[in-house]
T-cell receptor, first 112, second 113 residues
Framework: KQEVTQIPAALSVPEGENLVLNCSFT??????LQWFRQDPGKGLTSLLL?????REQTSGRLNASLDKSSGRSTLYIAASQPGDSATYLC???????????FGAGTTVTVRA | DTAVSQTPKYLVTQMGNDKSIKCEQN?????MYWYKQDSKKFLKIMFS???????INETVPNRFSPKSPDKAHLNLHINSLELGDSAVYFC????????????FGPGTRLLVL
């Protein structure tokens, strides 16, 4: 059974600092890995999707890397802004069934 | 335009009641999902339909029954509500199973008293 862990559970940084969010998973047989953002009281917004054959994806200030063999992904957010404050969720898509497995998320606070 | 919409947004009800949550997507996707997010914020898949066919049916009480009248709709009916059913329920859709980005609705916050 796939288990997804996100460390740290919470993170508070001053504006302008770079953010590093970690995600680890136990079964390396995956289709893809997705990073989502969840604002309080809202649904999830997809940020980046990395296919299993890819090593990284970039979108604006966001960069996500994937190391399948070690079961790790890292989301980097450059030059953080108060608007980046949210919970970031990592989800792994397996290769043997159709169920996304989610981590518990990292709650980020960017202080102005 | 709202991509994935859910109704209602909030639902407060008494134990033992039966309630339904509706979901609609206007993205033309083939696959739709129901997730439950508990108080610890863990998201867990409950059901998935692909082209109106049930694909994923996780171990949830049979009081929960999904219904997909067409590809654009996936409703969730809950019988005999219990206190432990209180959670946020999210609907999502994707072009196909797993390989594509999933788009989530805003969630339905269910509180059972």
């Amino acid at each position: 059974k796939q288990e997804v862990t996100q460390i740290p559970a919470a993170l508070s940084v001053p504006e302008g600092e770079n953010l590093v969010l970690n995600c680890s998973f136990t079964d390396s047989a995956i289709y893809n890995l997705q990073w989502f953002r969840q604002d309080p009281g809202k649904g999830l917004t997809s940020l980046l999707l990395i296919q299993s054959s890819q090593r990284e994806q970039t979108s604006g200030r966001l960069n996500a890397s994937l190391d399948k063999s070690s079961g790790r992904s890292t989301l980097y957010i450059a030059a953080s802004q108060p608007g980046d404050s949210a919970t970031y969720l990592c989800a792994v898509g397996p290769s043997n069934d159709y169920k996304l497995s989610f981590g518990a998320g990292t709650t980020v606070t960017v202080r102005a | 335009d709202t991509a994935v919409s859910q109704t209602p947004k909030y639902l407060v009800t008494q134990m033992g009641n039966d309630k339904s949550i509706k979901c609609e997507q206007n993205l033309g996707h083939d696959t739709m999902y129901w997730y439950k997010q508990d108080s610890k914020k863990f998201l867990k898949i409950m059901f998935s339909y692909n082209n109106k066919e049930l694909i994923i049916n996780e171990t949830v009480p049979n009081r929960f029954s999904p219904k997909s009248p067409d590809k654009a709709h996936l409703n969730l009916h809950i019988n005999s509500l219990e206190l432990g059913d209180s959670a946020v329920y999210f609907c999502a859709s994707s072009q196909d199973l797993v390989q594509e980005t999933q788009y989530f609705g805003p969630g339905t916050r269910l509180l059972v008293l």
